[in-house]
């Protein structure tokens, strides 16, 4: 089952922070985030295993509350290459594959 | 290492003829998935290989077929290729389960026309 991923697009000056959200229906095993530039493929930021295990990337974190389904991803102290699609993809319990969302779309500004 | 590879990266077809397309993993990669990417869809998963065999399968037609060999380099087969089916594929590969991180190829443009 497809996650739903919030906002759709967000807008933002460097040095700012913005909160992505994924959320899935389903009980999840997994959750990986993401990012792709315009026309290169995606690139891996970080897994968050079942257990709420929050993990880190550059300024770039993210947390997976197993109860509500749902993982967040903390973008700190925005830089310009912070800028992209971020895709999170969903493992739920049993399944073995991923299910990618339609992604947030984030544009950094000067 | 070298990245995962795949080729061709552009691809123009017709209606109804068939096409395949290759990717080769990073070496020591048992795993290999494919992806069709739409803007309307984002990243649908096509399936996924691991030691020649095919582990898992997204929902789409038997029209979309795969391979992988021994050296783990895998194949996708597109049969009887409609409109829709112009889209970014993508393969990833990774170690071993999805519990691992997957890395992308650049994927392979195929236009349907």
């Known amino acids: 089952q497809q996650p739903v991923q919030s906002p759709q697009a967000v807008i933002l000056r460097e040095g700012e922070d913005a909160v992505i959200n994924c959320s899935s229906s389903k009980a999840l095993y997994s959750v990986h985030w993401y990012r792709q530039k315009h026309g290169e493929a995606p690139v891996f930021l970080m897994i968050l295993l079942k257990g709420g295990e929050q993990k880190g990337h550059e300024k770039i974190s993210a947390s997976f509350n197993e109860k509500k389904q749902q993982s967040s991803l903390y973008l700190t102290a925005s830089q310009l290459s912070y800028s992209g699609t971020y895709f999170c993809?969903?493992?739920?319990?049993?399944?073995?594959?991923?299910?990618f969302g339609k992604g947030n779309q984030v544009v950094v500004i000067p | 290492k070298a990245g995962v590879t795949q080729t061709p990266r552009y691809l123009i077809k017709t209606r109804g003829q068939q096409v395949t397309l290759s990717c080769s993993p990073i070496s020591g990669h048992r795993s290999v998935s494919w992806y069709q990417q739409t803007p309307g869809q984002g990243l649908q998963f096509l399936f996924e290989?691991?030691?020649?065999?095919?582990?898992n399968k997204g929902n789409f037609p038997g029209r979309f077929s795969g391979r992988q060999f021994s050296n783990s380099r895998s194949e996708m087969n597109v049969s009887t290729l409609e409109l829709g089916d112009s889209a970014l594929y993508l393969c990833a590969s990774s170690e071993d389960s999805l519990s691992y991180e997957q890395y992308f190829g650049p994927g392979t443009r195929l236009t349907v026309t």
């Open positions: 290989y691991f030691s020649e065999t095919q582990r």
């Open positions: 993809g969903t493992e739920e319990d049993g399944n073995n594959r991923l299910a």
